[in-house]
T-cell receptor
Framework: ETGVTQTPRHLVMGMTNKKSLKCEQHLGHNAMYWYKQSAKKPLELMFVYSLEERVENNSVPSRFSPECPNSSHLFLHLHTLQPEDSALYLC?????????????????FGAGSRLTVL | KQEVTQIPAALSVPEGENLVLNCSFTDSAIYNLQWFRQDPGKGLTSLLLIQSSQREQTSGRLNASLDKSSGRSTLYIAASQPGDSATYLCAVFNNAGNMLTFGGGTRLMVKP
């Protein structure tokens, strides 16, 4: 396995379900991100973990709960979602140099998990 | 491999000036282009998104243009204010939708 792997690729859930999205990176990076990509809306940063500590929580509703047990894994736990939460959820990783995205700091993204909330 | 370049790397202007930030990318097969703002110690804030089929987007004092064929985008900031001081990043999403490549950013300082 190489790069950033997200599972499941597709998820359909009811509003009362509890599910989790998983992300795994095999790049030796020290920072991981959850982004939300809704149709026709800009990419929205949800959470940032650097060295396994959450450094950014972008006013995300509590029905989304992230977990970063180690530098290679990131989860997004989902609970009582709303239909408007249907979107593509992208995980990304990078090597955080401590500088604000200097040089060629490229985020490597997973293929995404397409979530549909009924 | 997509490469995104932003010029200038740093810019300092007096308050009230109109300014242009430049972004160029090497692979024109993009899904969209986004301009972000980053304040020190904080994450990214999306400013404008231009789909590959669009030419420009406007939001308040900001206007972003896209010339996909030439691999260029500009961010125009009108009547700059000290609160505009931040790092501005351009990023392109590839057609597969799984790679967002950022430029190195332009550090803007607007002096009162």
């Amino acid at each position: 396995e190489t790069g950033v792997t997200q599972t499941p690729r597709h998820l359909v859930m009811g509003m009362t379900n509890k599910k989790s999205l998983k992300c795994e990176q095999h790049l030796g990076h020290n920072a991981m991100y959850w982004y939300k990509q809704s149709a026709k809306k800009p990419l929205e940063l949800m959470f940032v973990y650097s060295l396994e500590e959450r450094v950014e929580n972008n006013s995300v509703p509590s029905r989304f709960s992230p977990e970063c047990p180690n530098s290679s894994h990131l989860f997004l736990h989902l609970h009582t979602l709303q239909p408007e939460d249907s979107a593509l959820y992208l995980c990304a990783s990078s090597q955080d140099s401590g500088l604000p995205y200097s040089g060629a700091n490229v985020l490597t993204f997973g293929a995404g998990s397409r979530l549909t909330v009924l | 491999k997509q490469e995104v370049t932003q010029i200038p790397a740093a810019l300092s202007v007096p308050e009230g000036e109109n300014l242009v930030l430049n972004c160029s990318f090497t692979d024109s097969a993009i899904y969209n282009l986004q301009w972000f703002r980053q304040d020190p110690g904080k994450g990214l804030t999306s400013l404008l998104l231009i789909q590959s089929s669009q030419r420009e987007q406007t939001s308040g004092r900001l206007n972003a243009s896209l010339d996909k064929s030439s691999g260029r985008s500009t961010l125009y900031i009108a009547a700059s204010q000290p609160g505009d001081s931040a790092t501005y990043l351009c990023a392109v999403f590839n057609n597969a939708g799984n790679m967002l490549t950022f430029g190195g950013g332009t550090r803007l300082m607007v002096k009162p």
